[in-house]
Structure formats: structure tokens, C-alpha cells
């Protein structure tokens, strides 16, 4: 599975930006559920949202709930992370991942990983 993320940059306090992470070489189970980590400098890899193949099963962390909107296209085998209202504790490197199984379940080392796009946000 190779996962290919993008849309990150540097934005102002309450702007917008929209992550996209577009998979190929993949098995369909492998794409169960998709979501996003995030890392700010200094602190752990922490989970921000995940989606099922159908849609019908979201989740998010509490930070970003209200604020970032995950939503998929398999016909593009394609995730979206549309992040409003940005704030400076949303700065870090945002990772694309996937997994057969919830994300916030499985061990980081049985995840598939994306590169990270970085997303700033300045105060």
C-alpha cells in the first residue's frame, strides 16, 4: 500500500486548509478504514480521524471535532481532511493511514503509513 499526502502549508489562526491522501498499490481490506495522526514537535503521534470504507463510521479525537471534516472517495481511493478554524495547536505533520482494522486499535507499527505533510499555523 502506498499512501500519498498532500495539502498541507502555512495558514493564520482561523484559516483554512484541506488534506487530501490518495492510496495505490493496495488490497481493498487493506483500505478498510483511512484516517489522519498527527505529530507536533515534542510530543507523540496522536490520533485526529478516521473513516470506514462506507463512510457510515467516523470518528474523531475531541480537539478537532466541529472543526475537521474527514470524508472519502473510493471511486478515487482518495481521503479528505478539510480543517477550518485552524489554531496554533493544530500546528504539526499530519500522516495519512490505513489499516484493515480502526485505526486507533491497531499498533503504529501495523499501520500504513504515508509520508506526513506539514501544516503551520501561525497566532
Known amino acids: 500500500v502506498q499512501l500519498q499526502a498532500s495539502g498541507g502549508g502555512l495558514v493564520q489562526a482561523g484559516d483554512s486548509l484541506r488534506l487530501t491522501c490518495a492510496a495505490s498499490?493496495?488490497?481493498?481490506?487493506?483500505?478498510?478504514?483511512m484516517g489522519w495522526f498527527r505529530e507536533a514537535p515534542g510530543k507523540e503521534r496522536e490520533f485526529v480521524a478516521s473513516i470506514i470504507w462506507g463512510g457510515d463510521t467516523i470518528s474523531y479525537a475531541d480537539s478537532v471535532k466541529g472543526r475537521f471534516t474527514i470524508s472519502r472517495d473510493n471511486s478515487k481511493n482518495t481521503i479528505y481532511l478539510p480543517m477550518n478554524a485552524l489554531n496554533p495547536e493544530d500546528t504539526a505533520v499530519y500522516y495519512c493511514?490505513?489499516?484493515?482494522?480502526?485505526?486507533?486499535?491497531?499498533?503504529?507499527?501495523?499501520?500504513?503509513w504515508g509520508q506526513g505533510t506539514q501544516v503551520t499555523v501561525s497566532s
Open positions: 493511514a490505513a489499516s484493515h482494522n480502526r485505526l486507533q486499535t491497531v499498533a503504529p507499527r501495523d499501520l500504513y
Open positions: 498499490a493496495f488490497t481493498f481490506s487493506a483500505l478498510y478504514y
